[in-house]
């Protein structure tokens, strides 16, 4: 059963290709093979490419009679000599009459004329960046290394002047806040300047309510005379 729209069209059985019989002359040879599946008849002067070669598969099995091979020859020639039942028509001819390729290209006449094989391996070589790679800049540039140091004690120089420019705000800044005449010391590790007072914190919570004065004692006010107490009239 065939797969697909063709069972709708007509074509609803599909069968398996059998073997080609080519014939020159019928002499009962349709009738003998008619009724075999798949075989298929082809007259010599009739021949198909789509019987010869189904689905364009070049292979089927093909059965020649004696008559029909020797007409070949009449119908499409030899190398030497043209067709009779056809006219302007030579038979395809080779482009390499010797088609050992592999004797041909070894042999000495051949290999006389080329070019000796190229037996050194040149591998890829990594490229590396010179912004990175100071040796590959160097070879870029020579002037890299003057320039990288020259960038280097600038740095420094600058990297000292911030410095002492801080140190010596610091020194202007505690002359304006100590003592006059003694100047503060600043220690190694960060120690306070000597000479300084100790500003005090603002005290939160419950020490600020302890050290808090006690309020001052009001005086019990005086009773004023009620009518009642007032001084009977004589």
Not at 17 to 46: H, M, Q, W
Not at 49 to 58: C, E, F, W
Not at 125 to 145: C, D, H, S
Not at 205 to 210: F, L, M, Q, S, V
Request: with cysteine; charged share 35%; glycine share 6%.
């Amino acid at each position: 059963m065939r797969a697909g729209k063709g069972k709708m069209r007509n074509r609803r059985r599909i069968q398996r290709r059998g073997p080609c019989i080519i014939y020159n002359e019928d002499n009962g040879i349709i009738k003998a093979f008619r009724n075999i599946p798949g075989i298929t008849l082809l007259n010599v002067s009739k021949l198909n490419i789509l019987k010869l070669a189904p689905g364009g598969h070049v292979g089927r099995f093909c059965i020649w009679t004696e008559s029909a091979f020797r007409k070949l020859d009449e119908l499409y020639g030899t190398w030497r000599r043209a067709a009779s039942l056809k006219s302007n028509y030579n038979l395809p001819m080779h482009k390499m009459l010797n088609t050992d390729l592999s004797r041909i290209l070894k042999s000495p006449e051949i290999q006389r004329a080329l070019r000796a094989p190229r037996k050194k391996i040149h591998r890829r070589v990594l490229k590396k960046n010179p912004l990175k790679n100071l040796r590959i800049m160097l070879k870029l540039n020579p002037y890299a290394k003057t320039m990288r140091r020259n960038t280097i004690l600038r740095h420094a120089k600058n990297h000292k002047l911030r410095v002492d420019r801080a140190a010596a705000a610091l020194e202007a800044k505690s002359d304006e806040k100590g003592v006059p005449g003694k100047k503060p010391v600043v220690g190694k590790k960060g120690k306070k300047a000597v000479g300084l007072k100790k500003q005090k914190k603002p005290l939160v919570g419950k020490k600020a309510a302890a050290t808090k004065k006690p309020a001052a004692e009001k005086k019990p006010a005086e009773k004023k005379p009620t009518t009642e107490e007032k001084k009977p009239v004589a």
